[in-house]
């Protein structure tokens, strides 16, 4: 406990709280033009990827950019990273989503609210494992877990785009897979080609680039050439028209029937809001039955809504495929006819048009005709309102999960970045310390209407490339950032949706790594199964992306234990090269009196027996055997129950007449003998420095009498006493 307090004490000590002290004092004006540079780079990347995370995480559009806003500075000022690039990734952004659904409607006032109030928990969580120095945590996450989850959330992010690049709206499944089904039967059905083809476009313009060079900012050429197309084309084509230009009556019908539903629904949402604070108000007054028979009216409410909103979702399923013809009539009224029953003597308007249905009612007197694209739209002027979170016990009771599987994921992919750039500059990184300036980044970027942000693979490689050399190209990209809210916002309005899905999908293109799975299965069997089964358990339980990890991490967690519980014990002998060898992996020839065993782990409660069973195994397998030497170099330590089961070998094997010796034994295990006297029991006399000098001592008294020939131990007899094994 001392220890620790003493660990956060000097967390608090100034170059700890405030590290960018250590760069500034010898910063030189070169620094800054070099800085400069690379900031604005960055921040040319930033400002359209952190606009397409956004959407991705359900957000809109422009609280990427807020998230892009003051996380970046703060990450590269308290970090101890210079070049690492922090602000709104991909992987979070599904994660976000994911971890928001439960709690409210994508993009709504209260969706917002539980965006930031993450952000805020998961910033606490990081900030709290660098104070207390527990960055060892993310170990948790093995390399195999990662690797298959982030190669399933690749696919995923890339297939969840679909709709916006085929231009088509879909409500989205309780599978991943269902949604993606449904995206392709409405793209079949109809496609907006103009759409498709900008996302194409954009597609081509920064493969193209990325191909030649990666000085030009190839995101940046595909967002203002498609925009200045979008403006000049006339790109976004909408008419806002009430019901009754609708000429079809039963379409008619059809709009009032969901507009019914989705009222019903909107007005039980309202009452199920209202039983719950019965529920929670009861429980504090300690009312019983009122919090049973409000449980009882609020499981009948779920099921009523549940029809309900399947009855509306069929509705609004058949709304999205309607489409429509827009005529003008020689009064000049404008009408919509289901396509192919416009009149002949009707002005045909724009192209096909359709209803855009989302899961709020229709307005009746202004339903909202596309016959175009969509595209960003308005985004506010200036920076956003600085408010603390406003802090749900419920929401941040059923946040707390997704909060720490956000903060490690979150952080395992900045440090990963962090220490790649490390070994190619040479800078010391400091795993705790990186984690604070993360917390830092996401807990100050809640203030501002941030949701949860990490370190970027992509803009952390510009930013080297580059040539940032401190924190402040990071600050000078929040700078531009800052520069786009308040003058540049109307740019951005006619910017296609499309496009920015074309821009998530070129960013995790690079997340996918099938070479991680065949380096994982050649360093072990078990760590390709790992990553293979969380890829398909993520992909299967998608959109539930923590499913899948957690079973990754369960699956890790059953193999250490499993190892640790059966650690590997090898029989060694002499090879041709005077070293001694695992017997079975080469091949070798025991001595019949001597058996030396290596017990490669350390020696605790979990695997005390397992020394017990193999030594009993080695006693009946060799009738002549006389001397047994516990090579003890892989004993690291020793508890209560290593240290008992090893006294109970000693006196099993001593009373069947062998004798029993130990070499290459750790000054913590040593003290652990000795404190228990284990170690006198033994006899000071049956400890050795070394293996060789252990057989050297017992071989003649052992083969005294005895009529092996070749004994592949007795060349060792005559190995100076000092010398070390070469053997593994």
Not at 437 to 444: D, E, K, P, T, V
Not at 485 to 512: C, D, E, K, N, R
């Amino acid at each position: 406990m001392t220890q620790r307090l003493s660990s956060v004490l000097r967390n608090l000590a100034p170059n700890r709280l405030l590290p960018f002290l250590e760069w500034l004092p010898g910063y030189r004006a070169s620094h800054l033009k070099a800085d400069l540079l690379a900031g604005l780079t960055v921040a040319l990347v930033l400002i359209p990827q952190s606009m397409a995370y956004a959407q991705l995480a359900g957000l809109p559009a422009y609280f990427g950019l807020y998230a892009a806003f003051l996380p970046p500075a703060v990450a590269a000022l308290f970090g101890s990273s210079r070049q690492l690039a922090t602000g709104p990734v991909a992987v979070v952004s599904l994660m976000t989503a994911v971890a928001l659904q439960p709690l409210a409607t994508t993009g709504s006032q209260a969706y917002i609210g539980y965006a930031v109030l993450l952000a805020l928990m998961v910033g606490l969580f990081q900030f709290c494992l660098g104070l207390f120095r527990l960055g060892l945590v993310v170990n948790f996450l093995s390399h195999p877990v990662v690797n298959g989850f982030t190669n399933a959330a690749a696919i995923i992010i890339a297939t969840a785009q679909l709709s916006k690049l085929f231009g088509v709206a879909v409500d989205r499944s309780d599978h991943h897979y269902q949604t993606v089904i449904q995206v392709v039967k409405a793209a079949l059905h109809y496609t907006h080609w103009p759409t498709l083809m900008m996302g194409v476009f954009a597609f081509a313009i920064m493969v193209v680039l990325k191909k030649i060079t990666l000085r030009i900012p190839n995101v940046l050429v595909a967002v203002a050439a498609t925009t200045l197309i979008s403006w000049a084309s006339g790109f976004e084509q909408r008419s806002t028209m009430p019901l009754e230009s609708v000429v079809d009556a039963d379409i008619r019908a059809l709009i009032v029937y969901f507009n019914a539903e989705a009222t019903q629904l909107h007005q039980m949402g309202d009452r199920r809001a209202r039983i719950n604070d019965t529920i929670k108000q009861a429980e504090i007054d300690g009312h019983r039955m009122i919090v049973i028979d409000s449980q009882r009216n609020l499981d009948v409410l779920n099921y009523q809504m549940a029809l309900k909103a399947g009855q509306a979702a069929d509705y609004r399923h058949r709304i999205r495929r309607l489409l429509f013809e827009s005529g003008r009539n020689r009064d000049g009224g404008v009408r919509f006819y289901a396509q192919g029953n416009r009149p002949a003597d009707t002005k045909k308007i724009g192209g096909t048009w359709r209803l855009k249905v989302e899961n709020a009612p229709l307005e009746a007197s202004a339903l909202t005709f596309c016959s175009g694209g969509d595209v960003v739209g308005a985004i506010p002027k200036g920076l956003p309102d600085f408010t603390f979170p406003k802090v749900d016990g419920h929401g941040a009771m059923t946040l707390m999960s997704p909060a720490v599987i956000i903060a490690l994921l979150g952080f395992m992919e900045a440090i990963s970045i962090a220490k790649a750039m490390a070994a190619k500059t040479g800078q010391r990184i400091d795993p705790n310390q990186e984690l604070m300036g993360q917390g830092l980044a996401n807990m100050i970027g809640s203030v501002a209407q941030s949701y949860p942000v990490a370190g970027s693979f992509s803009r952390s490689a510009v930013n080297l490339q580059t040539g940032a050399v401190s924190g402040l190209s990071s600050v000078i990209a929040s700078l531009a950032v800052v520069a786009t809210l308040f003058f540049f916002t109307p740019l951005l309005y006619y910017l296609p949706q499309s496009v920015l899905a074309a821009i998530i999908m070129m960013a995790v293109a690079g997340l996918i790594n099938v070479r991680g799975f065949i380096h994982a299965w050649r360093a072990q069997w078990y760590d390709g199964a790992i990553s293979v089964i969380t890829f398909v358990c993520t992909l299967a339980f998608a959109p539930h992306l923590d499913r899948g990890i957690m079973v990754g991490v369960v699956l890790s967690l059953v193999v250490f234990l499993y190892r640790s519980m059966r650690p590997d014990v090898v029989d060694l002998s002499m090879g041709l090269d005077k070293a001694l060898y695992n017997v079975v992996t080469h091949g070798l020839k025991e001595c019949r009196y001597i058996d030396v065993v290596r017990f490669d782990g350390p020696l605790f409660f979990a695997n005390a027996s397992y020394l017990e069973d193999q030594i009993r195994q080695r006693r009946k397998m060799k009738k002549a055997l006389k001397h047994i030497i516990i090579a003890a170099q892989s004993i690291s330590d020793m508890d209560a129950s290593g240290q008992e089961s090893l006294s109970l070998v000693v006196d099993r094997v001593r009373s069947a007449g062998i004798d029993i010796s130990m070499s290459n034994v750790h000054e913590p295990v040593m003290q652990v003998l000795r404190r228990t006297h284990l170690f006198y029991k033994i006899g000071e006399d049956h400890f050795y420095p070394t293996m060789e000098q252990a057989i050297r001592a017992i071989h003649d008294q052992t083969h005294k009498g005895g009529n092996e020939k070749n004994c592949p131990l007795a060349s060792l007899r005559t190995l100076a006493t000092n010398s070390e094994p070469k053997g593994v």
